[in-house]
């Protein structure tokens, strides 16, 4: 897998330099998940920001039943994750064979270190990301992300 490419197609990263991305391809790793397999569960804890390199994912609500919508090359999933401590909300199932490429909150605590312009650019995108996401989501499920991404927060802050 050719970890710069499949940064550089993920829109989150759109507006990361070829050295930027080259940081993060670098703290990477891939992962390989089969066709029905749960590439993760609701309740388990979130440890790092996923790229979809290949394949799709439906995103499955905790009491399972019908999904509520699919992730494909070029999406992520998890960002909040490399921000505060938390648990994922979705499973996601693998519609076929799915290839990821995962940056964990260690190797993000690492590029903080190492390299703060690209972790405070990486932060500046999820933030945005995560903003957008909420601006568009209608009623119910606005309120929802509100909530999670509240409860999320340490105390006092």
């Known amino acids: 897998m050719d970890r710069s490419a499949v940064l550089r197609g993920a829109a989150l ?10 940081i993060l391809a670098d703290s990477a790793v891939e992962r390989s998940v089969g066709q029905g397999a749960y590439a993760f569960r609701a309740g388990q804890a979130s440890d790092g920001l996923s790229f979809v390199a290949r ?10 039943g ?4 699919e992730v494909t090359a070029g999406d992520c999933l998890g960002g909040l994750s490399l921000l505060v401590e938390t648990d994922r909300v979705l499973s996601a199932v693998a519609v076929d064979d799915v ?7 260690e190797a993000f605590e690492e590029i903080k270190k190492a390299h703060p312009r690209t972790a405070l650019k990486l932060t500046l995108c999820l933030a945005q990301d995560l903003a957008e996401r909420l ?3 209608k009623g119910p499920l606005r309120e929802f992300l509100a909530w999670e991404v509240a409860k999320q927060q340490p105390e006092g802050r």
């Open 13 to 22: 990263l759109r507006d990361f330099t070829d050295v930027g991305l080259k």
């Open 55 to 64: 394949g799709t994912l439906q995103l499955v609500p905790t009491d399972g």
């Open 66 to 69: 019908t999904p509520i919508g």
């Open 99 to 105: 290839e990821l490429l995962e940056l964990s909150r």
């Open 135 to 137: 601006r568009e989501a």
